[in-house]
């Protein structure tokens, strides 16, 4: 693997070892001293085109809980505004010496773009491009998964996927980069990927996707998911009107305190442990997901932050450390 680009080329046995890896890494993260010396010496670049918060503080956290040195990048405040084009900044950035280059960018294939370049020689990172991808952020939804799924079956995580689990993914699919990753993910990890969106919010072609399709969110839910990922609505990329009014989505769309009630209900499999509720952040709370099911003992919202950091953790340490084995860099 020399970059991490998406999810659907994502071979079973690379997201297996990313997810075994990203296990050893959650050990390293709750120790007192959180460091290892495996990326000593080694440049990691974060490329940021649009706002994040959790994405970005973690692939740092990442890099420097590996030991490299980190350069970050925000595209607000910097020389874009005087219209400084993507080869141009990655150019620039690359002279200064860097190893892997995680990129955030509002256009759809823009990281595979840098990839195919001869801009730089890094490994790149998909951060989240445009509405195309967010590999990252569907691996570590996939580890919460795993590690909920696996601990009510008294297994320990590493090495199984996700066959048997049956996953909804809810809400504003069609601007989602996660609800994509994560169907190819999941899919690909065994889970059965159900998806339940108003018609004016799922992609043209959905039908061929590898899910089943629901247009109606409390029939969604008596498929008895063992897992519901709520996604965020994406205002900021609606150019039209996809919905009524979002009181209106709420009711019809939203993990209301009433169909919380549902939720509570639902199992993990065939165990006693309840259902997980996930949510990729930042919430609008009071609109896809209330305050009581987002703070819920269900809810599992904090833990995919935390293991986003051994996730990426573990992503870095892959694609670096086969790079110094395959002698593309010196030493
Ligand atoms: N989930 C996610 O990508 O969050 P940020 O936009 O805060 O990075």
């Known amino acids: 693997m020399k970059h991490l680009l998406d999810t659907q080329g994502l ?17 390293v993260s709750s120790r007192q001293v959180k460091k290892l010396p495996t990326l000593r010496g080694r440049t990691v670049v974060n490329l940021f085109y ?27 405040g910097s020389s874009v505004s005087k219209g400084e084009s993507l080869k141009d900044t990655v ?4 002279a200064m010496g860097a190893d892997a280059i995680v990129i955030r960018h509002s256009a759809s294939g823009a990281a595979a773009q840098l990839a195919a370049s001869d801009w730089s020689e890094a490994a790149v990172v998909n ?15 996939a580890l919460t998964l795993r590690r909920g799924w696996s601990s009510a079956h008294l297994n320990g995580p590493r090495g199984t996927d996700l ?48 899910a089943i399709v629901h ?5 969604a839910l008596s498929a008895a998911p063992d897992a519901v990922m709520m996604l965020r609505v994406q205002a900021e990329r609606m150019g039209g009107v996809f919905f009524p009014t979002a009181a209106e989505y709420t009711r019809r769309w939203g993990l209301t305190d009433e169909r919380l009630r549902v939720v509570e209900q639902l199992r ?37 932050v935390a293991h986003g950091v051994a996730v990426r953790m573990a992503v870095l340490h892959l694609l ?3 790079r110094q084995h395959d002698g593309n860099h010196d030493e």
């Open 320 to 322: 670096l450390s086969q």
């Open 268 to 304: 993990l499999g065939d165990t006693d442990s309840p259902a997980l509720i996930l949510h990729p952040g930042p919430m609008n709370r009071g609109v896809e997901i209330s305050s009581a099911a987002a703070d819920s003992p269900q809810a599992k919202i904090l833990d995919q």
């Open 215 to 219: 247009y109606s969110l409390d029939e």
């Open 163 to 210: 066959t048997g689990m049956k996953v909804l993914i809810v809400g504003d699919i069609v601007h989602s980069r996660v609800a994509r990753s994560n169907v190819w993910l999941l899919r690909t990890l065994g889970a059965e990927v159900h998806l339940a969106a108003p018609a004016t919010l799922l992609p043209y072609g959905v039908e061929s996707w590898p």
């Open 50 to 76: 649009e706002d994040s918060t959790r994405t970005r503080i973690s692939f740092e956290a990442a890099a420097k809980r590996l030991s490299a040195d980190v350069m970050n990048f925000s595209a607000k």
């Open 91 to 94: 150019q620039t950035l690359d």
């Open 11 to 27: 071979a079973y046995h690379d997201a297996l070892a990313i997810l075994d890896t990203a296990e050893e890494m959650t050990a």
């Open 127 to 141: 951060a989240g491009d445009g509405t195309h991808e967010h590999p990252t952020q569907a691996l570590l939804d």
